[in-house]
């Protein structure tokens, strides 16, 4: 199985502020013939189901702001949250999509400062 | 517009079974995958597996083999998954989502005697 490790676990932000949050998997989610990258982000609010963000590493679900930004390739991944608004404020969660089993990291709390 | 309808929350008896439905609507049923997914109580997302409605096809993640049965019925565009021998471990909130983009409200089971 495929282990995806997210860090930070939690990180405290002001309204305003750019925050990145790190994922990293046990093998490449690169894949060789299209060469696109299988990794997916996720923001779930409390008592919410999750939603999609982004998937193949850096293209957005229809309808997300454009201050969230996937990037990474390989095994090393980053969603940067512009300008963070208090609606941002939500755990978030990398995927692969890759290989099954699909595997989600850990999670991150975005929290106020 | 896609929607994924979850039944109602579920309390049950630990060694009992329980069977949560998904019903779908707003694309035709057999065109995507339904995976399902688990979040214990302040915890993280894990995989449970998928399933073909078009064939009945499964995938399952290795600890859920014997725990979760997946089934669809193509005739109602409704996904099933029964979980069995239940426990304390299995208290949680179980989400349908089809392919990731679209995901039901959540079903929560809590396992109590």
């Known amino acids: 199985d495929i282990v995806m490790t997210q860090s930070p676990s939690s990180l405290a932000v002001s309204a305003g502020e750019t925050v990145t949050i790190n994922c990293k998997s046990s093998?490449?989610?690169?894949?060789?013939?299209?060469?696109?990258?299988?990794l997916a982000w996720y923001q779930q609010k409390p008592g919410q189901s999750p939603k999609l963000l982004i998937y193949?590493?850096?293209t957005r679900e229809s309808g997300v702001p454009d201050r969230f930004i996937g990037s990474g390739s390989g095994t090393d991944f980053t969603l940067t949250i512009s300008s963070v608004q208090a609606e941002d404020l939500a755990d978030y969660y990398c995927?692969?999509?890759?290989?099954?089993?699909?595997?989600f990291g850990g999670g991150t709390k975005l929290e106020l400062k | 517009e896609v929607l994924l309808q979850q039944s109602g929350a579920e309390l049950v008896r630990p060694g009992s079974s329980v069977k949560i439905s998904c019903k779908a609507s707003?694309?035709?049923?057999?065109?995507?995958?339904m995976h399902w997914v688990k979040q214990r109580p302040e915890q993280g997302l894990v995989w449970i597996g998928r399933?073909?409605?078009?064939?009945?096809?499964?995938v399952y993640a290795e600890k859920f083999k014997s725990k979760a049965t997946l089934t669809a019925d193509k005739s109602s565009n409704t996904a099933y998954m029964q979980l069995s021998s239940l426990t304390s471990e299995d208290t949680a909130t179980y989400f349908c989502?089809?392919?990731?983009?679209?995901w039901g409200q959540g079903v929560m089971v809590t396992v109590s005697s």
């Open positions: 989502t089809r392919n990731f983009h679209y």
């Open positions: 707003g694309y035709t049923f057999t065109d995507y995958y």
């Open positions: 399933i073909n409605p078009a064939n009945g096809n499964t």
């Open positions: 093998q490449s989610l690169l894949s060789s013939g299209n060469q696109k990258n299988y």
């Open positions: 193949l590493a850096s």
């Open positions: 995927q692969q999509h890759y290989s099954y089993p699909r595997t």
